[in-house]
């Protein structure tokens, strides 16, 4: 069985060398078996005929049955279309072709039944279906309704070479057909029984052809079970082996470092929530094993100042530290704030980014290798294999989403034991997301800001507001405070999203044209960006127009508005990180949130949100929400052992939460593996590994 698995696709009845080349470069399919676990991503509904009556916006593909009563040349040149009206009978669509052809204009005709299937679209009081597939009725009625008709990723190239939905779904029918066995299950029957699920082979076929709803949905929730179970099992299981394997460094001291900072030179006395998370992660470093813990708190609630106070118990104990964030800008402004903090202990702070080249960076990485630098702070520069300590017992990561399980593997690389980590993170993560992301991870909160911060004002004003917006923005300027205005990346043209940067800043000149006014995007030379920033900071612009370069860190006391362009743009949690730019002085502060007047309900709904709540955790639950798993999956994907292909981390969180369970048991009553029953269950863990350890070493 397995060995025709493992045969390569060119095999299979239908697949050349250039097809096989195009399946395994866009899809990854390489083998048979890769072929049969290459999921639909959706299923159209061809068991149902929709009346027109019924149908709302949103729908996707559906199919109805009916008659076509005018059929209209409209438009001219490029907007020339064919229009045809059709009714069943409860209401009209439009079918609208455009492109049209000779051959078109005679294909369908007036007063003949079709059945009709496509995306309907809301169109003036009609809903419209553009290209849709016709078929006579006549032709259709006598044959059996079709099946679930599965849909397959596809990509440019396949689509350019034909290879469409269907031809994979046939290619998938002939692996399926010439299957010497049923596929083999992973599963023990028990198993199976307590959680509901379909054998795999049965999983598989009703995936790929099946004539019903239900049995698709039984077939993607057992698949989904699976990964997600393996999922869990292999986090668990590492966990468990990292809890066994890696002792850490002992930090036992608080020294004359800590000491002497904290009693002689804390800016600011430290808030209750800092004081706790600071003795958590000291129980932690004296515990003897090594420490993995997620800081969560609020833009603005001084979490930069406990990785400080955290580095110097590494070197109060005769180790170094590092402290790494996501940008360059953020980087740089963390190691002024802290080299100029620690300026009066006299230690060798370094900064190690992508622009510290040359003469420059040899002597950093020497000192580091050395050991006479003590704390460096950096960009992801810092897990590069060129750069090599001493003796690093702390790494702080501070905003770093996509830092995974596999990559904090290549910082303990970094030393005999593998140092304490600190992860920090203003974007608070549910629950259930970070025990799987993050699931080896202790998790402490700061849940307090410094006080004296008034909250922010949040509003949202429409592009015919604006005028309100001018007079608040100079009613702050002339009490001496600054503003930033943030453009959204509009599409992934970077020369648009310059241009309407460009735009905006010549705007704003042209209205407050008493004020300097500074800019700054991603395209800049990091020198030029740099003293954007330092202008902006030392006063000498009063109004800083950007891109979301400044999304994390950066810190102005002094500015109080935070004009956000086309809010409607940006999802929630970053819009929650943009705001917190501001709020940091004493005086009141502003987010101002500009859409356009028409909005949809839903961004209706997400401004609201904003204007509503500064509480970092009910923004990220209202931003998954809105957002749907999709997009998330992304990002959090990255931090995951394998990479998820049917089941969605945010969508699927009550089966996760089973999946967990059932894993947890199985390596509790089979902790040595010598069970019969589960024996396929550690082969299939190792296989899946081995996949993508091989994945990860070819991409
Ligand atoms: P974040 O948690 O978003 O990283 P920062 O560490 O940048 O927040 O802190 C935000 C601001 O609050 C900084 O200017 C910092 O100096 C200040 N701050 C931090 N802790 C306190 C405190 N306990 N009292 C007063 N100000 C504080
Ligand atoms: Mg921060």
Redesign the pocket.
Known sequence: MTSYLDQDITYLKGVGPNRAKLLNAELGIRTIGDLLHTYPFRHEDRTKIHRICDLTEGMQNIQLRGRIVSITKQGEGPKRRLVASFTDGTGYVQLVWFRVSKHLETMYKVDVDYQVFGEPKPFGHYFSIAHPEMEELAKVINRPLLRMQPVYHSTERLDRAKITSKLINELVANAFEKLPTALPEVFPPALLQEHHLVSHHQAIRDIHFSQNAQAVADAKHRLKFEELFFLQLSILQYNRQRKVDYEGWLFPRVGRLFNDFYAHHL?????EA?KRVIKEVHADLRSGRQMNRLLQ?D???????VATLVALLALDNGFQACIMAPTEILAEQHYKGISAQLEPLGLRVELLTGTVKGKRRKAVLEGIARGEVQIVVGTHALIEPTVTFLNLGLVVIDEQHRFGVKQRAALWAKNTRPPHILVMT?TPIPRTLAMTVYGDLDVSVIDQL??GRKPIETRHYRTSQRHLLHQLIDAELRKGRQAYFVYPLIDENEKLDLLALEQGYEAVRKAFHEWKVGRVHGKMKPIEKEEAMREFSTYETQILVSTTVIEV?V?V?NASVMVIENAERFGLAQLHQLR?RVG?GAEQSYCILVTKDNLAETTRQRMEIMVETTDGFVIAEADMKFRGPGDLDGTAQSGLPFDLKIAHLVGDTALMAEAREAAARILETDATRQTPQYAPIWRELNRLRQEQQNYSSIS
């Open positions: 800016p600011f006395s430290l808030t800092q708190g833009v603005g609630s001084g979490k930069t100042m203003a410094p006080p860190g810190n006391p917190g940091r």
